[in-house]
């Protein structure tokens, strides 16, 4: 890996400040909602299925490529990283080669793809289709429609789920519904650009790398990310709006015509995150851009 910019004490402090506050009104009520108990089903999703922590989050560093001089001691306890007369910088020794590599293929893959933009955002119906209301995920919150004509919605065209980290929280009567059965092993062959998941996941993929992407990547990814939930969010079987979030009508025309156009906007604004992602990603494996 070779070390191609350098930031001096200034600016990489300036960066780091930049990043603390940026993150704060993240990070603060989810500790002040986690102080109290209490769960949040559209900000705390972030938090919850993906393991990236808090504090984790807060942290800033650069990433791979970067050499930050000047007073660097706070980096010594900093995972990853390696310390000496020069500077502070990623520590080739730490990088998850698996992972960048694996990571690499999945995102240039997606990336090749075309959006797929028939899904409506069904998965999150799929998930709540012929349940018991015991049994539903989100319980606390009621339905919008009765139980039937959740399923007609299911029912009123074949499913079109191509992500596997969705698709495996159907219900088990909605899976023979969906035109493909995504699993872990086709992700790569599956994932495309024009699904909400594979958006929200470019967070995902930026802390998996750790060391190799830095906070403000990862930062970009979190704020897409939480957009990205919040639709889904309303254009689920749920209703939210007693916090503030009024619905997608998936189950008529407007209210898919509204979806496929935020699907459309995700896509092109994840497209730059992604091209973003990958380029550290070549980065921190010491290879070049893609002919």
Not at 55 to 66: C, E, I, K, T
Request: proline content about 7%.
């Amino acid at each position: 890996m070779i070390t191609d910019t350098q930031l001096t004490e200034p600016e990489w402090r300036e960066r780091a400040a930049a990043h603390a506050e940026r993150v704060a009104p993240w990070i603060q009520p989810r500790l002040e909602r986690r102080r109290r108990g209490q769960s949040h089903p559209v900000d705390d999703f972030l938090f919850d299925y993906y393991s990236w922590r808090p504090g984790q989050l807060a942290r800033w560093h650069p990433g791979a490529g970067v050499l930050l001089t000047g007073d660097v001691a706070g980096f010594h306890d900093l995972r990853g990283y390696l310390v000496d007369d020069v500077g502070a910088r990623v520590d080739p020794a730490h990088l998850p080669v698996d992972i960048l590599q694996s990571t690499r293929h999945l995102l240039e893959s997606t990336a090749a793809r075309p959006a797929s933009l028939g899904c409506f955002g069904r998965h999150e119906w799929a998930m709540v289709y012929r349940q018991s209301p015991e049994e539903i995920r989100h319980s606390a919150w009621p339905l919008r429609l009765p139980p039937e004509a959740i399923s007609q919605v299911v029912e009123s065209s074949p499913l079109r789920c191509t992500h596997f980290d969705a698709f495996r929280f159907y219900t088990s009567q909605a899976r023979p519904l969906n035109i493909v059965e995504p699993t872990r092993a086709t992700q790569a062959a599956l994932e495309q650009p024009g699904c909400l998941h594979a958006t929200m996941d470019l967070y995902k993929w930026c802390f998996r790398a750790y060391p190799a992407i830095g906070a403000d990547l990862t930062a970009d990814c979190f704020a897409l990310a939480r957009e990205v939930r919040a639709v889904d969010m309303r254009a689920s079987p749920y209703d939210f709006r007693e916090l503030g979030y009024s619905p997608i009508t998936i189950e008529t025309a407007e209210g898919r015509a509204e979806y496929v156009e935020h699907q459309r906007d995700f896509a092109a604004r994840g497209a730059l995150l992604r091209t973003r992602v990958i380029q550290r990603l070549r980065t921190a494996l010491g290879i070049g851009a893609p002919a």
